[in-house]
């Protein structure tokens, strides 16, 4: 039930990691791919992946947070495709991790346009394409697992991640009377560009990483993109307005973690947050504040 022939796939932010995978795997599926890629060295090589995977894919290069571009993404696929069956909002970005007060104006703009802003307007450009496919179509929207719990450091992100739920629920609602469905994907830590998990945990703290998430590794973008598969495709038929954690079980676990021995405790084991190596004092990571999810 996994076949997207036939079936038009917008994917934001497709140029790399979680997008990426998205888009191979929507290829893969035979569906028609169509990529909204700010980077134009990253929608060159999604673009060539594509075709060499024998993808009929359509890469655009364009900032979804201006309007200006999402309605040239909008007549390109209308013209190009005729209407739209999902669409993905994916991009995202924590942009940096600190207290809530040392967060500027700017800053919070910034991250208001890139988490949420966009996924309004991306959403409401996209819908008469969507609406031209007609019941069966879909919206998933990339969430974290910090819109679902307190993430210190990361409060303006962890407020646009929630609002993410909070808009996929009210969509949901208003579009299931015509068969289009809404759900969002709620992620933990996963190796990315972004968040490039193996080079930021310093050699001194790799052996917690199989006790750092119950199922004992971080995130890869395929696992998301597995997720995304699942949700727009008929096995999701009945499935509308919901929240998909794709964490390794990090939800579910709450403050649970093992200790050294794999004992279940609620005590926090280590020094530090994993991504400082305690005898060092010295972060090892790209972005050294941050540890979202
Ligand atoms: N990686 C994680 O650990 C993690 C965890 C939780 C949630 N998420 C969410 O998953 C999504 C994808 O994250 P990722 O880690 O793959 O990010 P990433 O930064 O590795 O990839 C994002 C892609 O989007 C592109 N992009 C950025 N701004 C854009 C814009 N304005 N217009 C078009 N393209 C743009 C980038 O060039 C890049 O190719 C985000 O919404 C993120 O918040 C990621």
Redesign the pocket.
Known sequence: MIDFTQKTVLV?????????ATAEAFGSAGARVVV????PE?ADEVRNQLQQAGVEALVVQ????LRADVARMVDTIEQRFGGLDVLIN?????LVSKPFEQFSDEEIDRLYS??LR?IFDVTRAMLPLLRKQGAGASIIS?????GLRGAPTCAIYAAF?AAVGGFTRTLALELAPEGIRANEIA?????????P?SLAIPDANKHHIPRWIPLGRF?Q?QD?AGAALYLASPLAAWVTGSTLTVDGGAMAAGGWMRDPSCAWTTIPVITGNGFIDASQGAPAQLRPEAQ??
């Open positions: 934001t932010g497709g140029g790399s990691g979680i997008g990426r909204a890629e700010i980077n990253l364009a900032d979804v947070t994916n991009v995202g970005d924590y890139l988490n966009h990339l969430s974290s697992i910090e991640k992620l933990e830590t996963t190796e990315t560009r972004q968040v998990v995130g973008p998301c979202p999810a």
